[in-house]
């Protein structure tokens, strides 16, 4: 998920020095285990709790409109209480597939895995996981499809959409994308490998942001 802010890491620091305890390695270079701390932390020691950031809020209120599940009045207060509701939330199924989405699969059922056979035919809604599992398939199909010239499979070359260039060229996602990706975006033309390369730069910088409602 990347680095953590530096509220966070303030966060966590506060808490550590307050509370008597050790930060965890990697808490000011990783989202996760900062996160993690915070969250196992932060009402301990006399119940004290302490708000949300304006990003976590506007995470919860898109899965609100997206879910119709309530956040608690409460947890918009306190930095705990509306992490778990995300986490609630985000296990009920509450994402679609868009029409191009469904054609593209629909045009490729023999190349799908069974598990994602059984999502496409249970239809409806998805969890996130789910739906994370869903667009890793439309990935591998869209990488399958994009031949952009060269006869033999051996020789084929690929290249990134104007948006997806866009998105790993975009400065606020430096620190996701390695000099090596940089490097690809650059080249233009791109080898199988190479384009799977910047997919899971993709992939890490979708993970790093809450989904649109």
């Given amino acids: 998920m990347g680095k953590p802010t530096d509220k966070m890491v303030q966060l966590a620091k506060k808490i550590a020095g307050d509370q008597g305890l050790s930060l965890p390695k990697g808490y000011d ?3 996760e285990i900062c996160k993690g701390f915070i969250d196992d932390n932060i009402q301990n020691g006399g119940g004290r709790t302490f708000p949300p950031s304006e990003k976590q809020i506007e995470y919860a209120k898109r899965l609100e409109e997206r879910t ?4 608690p009045s409460e947890a918009l207060s306190d930095s705990k209480a509306l992490s778990e509701y995300i986490d609630k939330a985000n296990s009920l199924p509450s994402y679609t597939l868009s029409e191009k989405q469904l054609n593209v699969f629909s045009r490729n059922k023999e190349s799908l895995d069974e598990s994602v056979q059984e999502l496409l035919d249970r239809g409806g809604k998805y969890t996130k996981e789910e739906f994370d599992l869903l667009k890793k398939a439309l990935d591998y199909l869209f990488t399958e499809m994009g031949p952009r010239s060269g006869g033999g499979s051996d020789n084929r070359t690929y290249s990134l959409s104007d ?8 400065t606020k996602n430096a620190n996701l994308v390695s000099k090596r990706v940089k490097e690809l975006v650059a080249k233009g033309e791109l080898t199988k490998d190479e384009l799977l390369e910047c997919k ?14």
């Fill in 68 to 71: 119709g599940k309530k956040i």
């Fill in 29 to 31: 270079t990783t989202f």
């Fill in 200 to 213: 899971e730069a993709l992939n890490k910088i979708f993970e790093s942001m809450p989904p649109r409602a």
């Fill in 163 to 170: 948006k997806q260039v866009a998105i790993l060229a975009n």
